[in-house]
């Protein structure tokens, strides 16, 4: 894995605003950055990512197989258990996933290790799957790159053909909070590949999302019934909203399902560890209250259980927080994960999103930045196999 300085388009600006990429840039500094890219072996995605990725996947599912099955583990992940019954069904019912990004710390030598799983609703893909891939083709024809390079990136045509899957025939209505540029760009480009698989589709805002009294179900502003529903909003606000307690009751499949529930809890960090001790792709993890998290002594990274783009994670060391995001997470508690420093080239921390789309990995995304903890504007660089 090598970071390389390369020119970046003269053009890629307007290129980002015609194809509606319009935040490209955040609060003046730039999200998306290609003036270097990083370089793989193809040995690299196939044995350092994709294969690890498929298996920590495998090992996820396997967890929620047994959590489903066990009170205490729900309990442990603090989910409320009001919902239990409701994330019990849905993975007993199969209920299908679209997709998730899996955060690796990687350097091309030792074994990937996860440091989350983004399984609820993962942003960023728009742009690892359409807009590093624009630049790759531009790239090459203007000599950026050489000729023969690749990209790990399969997510476009993936998400299309498990649309047709999930979609059954039905109307599929997209929502999230749409006066977020990166929400509302994120929603455009999943309705636009569901469009492509043949959908009906409808986007709306999550607060726009009404309650039918008589028969009892969700519907949208102009009173129709929302019988499938993609949410970029996640499951634990959900849980705690006005129209929560009417989850359970209504007739509407959700992507992704409530069982995602239980994976996009950090809480299963310390939840693999017990059932996959020493796994090369592993970090030990421990729940805070747990006496076996002294184990990891004074050095460690601390995750409070729900936490968005990076929000109170704190780097420890020697006792002491060196780096910390603020926040609104925390009270349902912590983990503490072992401390794997990022790679670091150019000055910059490099974290891989290794995605999977119905759960095969498809491509990959890279976020940069000069704090150790990724946020909300790290930057997003391209990649290519070499």
């Not at 899957?165 to 929502?175: K, M, P, Q, R, V």
């Not at 698989?197 to 102009?222: H, N, Q």
Request: aromatic residues 10%; proline residues 5%; contains cysteine.
């Amino acid at each position: 894995m090598q970071r390389t300085a390369c020119p970046e388009r003269d053009d890629w600006r307007l290129t980002a605003d015609a194809c509606g990429f319009d935040f490209h840039t955040i609060d003046g500094e730039r999200y998306w950055d290609e003036r270097a890219h990083y370089a793989f072996t193809l040995q690299e995605i196939e044995h350092g990512i994709e294969a690890p990725t498929a298996e920590i996947d495998a090992m996820c599912l396997e967890l929620v197989g047994r959590a489903v099955g066990h009170e205490a583990f729900l309990r442990r992940l603090r989910i409320p258990e009001a919902f239990w019954p409701l994330i019990r069904d849905s993975w007993h019912c199969d209920e299908g996933s679209l997709y998730g990004r899996l955060d690796l710390g990687f350097d091309g030598h030792g074994p990937a290790k996860l440091l989350e799983y983004n399984a609820d609703t993962p942003t960023s893909i728009f742009e690892a799957a359409v807009f590093q891939w624009t630049w790759l083709e531009q790239a090459i024809e203007r000599k950026i790159v050489a000729a023969d390079c690749d990209q790990f990136n399969s997510i476009h045509e993936r998400l299309i053909r498990r649309w047709a899957e999930l979609g059954e025939g039905h109307d599929l209505h997209l929502a999230g909070t749409t006066e977020s540029s990166e929400d509302a760009g994120t929603l455009a480009y999943l309705e636009d590949t569901a469009s492509q698989a043949g959908l009906a589709t409808t986007l709306i805002d999550i607060e726009d999302i009404g309650w039918r009294e008589d028969g009892g179900g969700f519907v949208d502003l102009e009173g129709r019934d929302i019988a499938l529903a993609f949410k970029l909003y996640p499951w634990e606000w959900m849980f705690r909203e006005t129209f929560g307690a009417k989850l359970s009751h209504a007739q509407t499949r959700w992507i992704e399902p409530p069982w995602k529930a239980v994976l996009s809890n950090k809480g299963i960090l310390p939840l693999l560890w017990e059932m996959f001790p020493g796994h090369p792709n592993l970090l030990p993890a421990f729940f805070e209250d747990d006496p076996r998290a002294a184990s990891l002594g004074e050095t460690f990274v601390r995750k409070p259980l729900y936490s968005r783009e990076g929000a109170n994670i704190a780097l420890i060391r020697d006792g002491t927080a060196i780096v910390q995001q603020d926040g609104p997470y925390g009270a349902e508690g912590f983990v503490r994960q072992a401390y794997a420093p990022l790679p670091r080239l150019a000055s910059s921390h490099a974290v891989i999103g290794s995605w999977l789309v119905d759960h095969t990995p498809c491509g990959l995304s890279i976020r940069e930045d000069e704090n150790p903890i990724t946020g909300n504007s790290s930057r997003f660089l391209p990649h290519v196999i070499v």
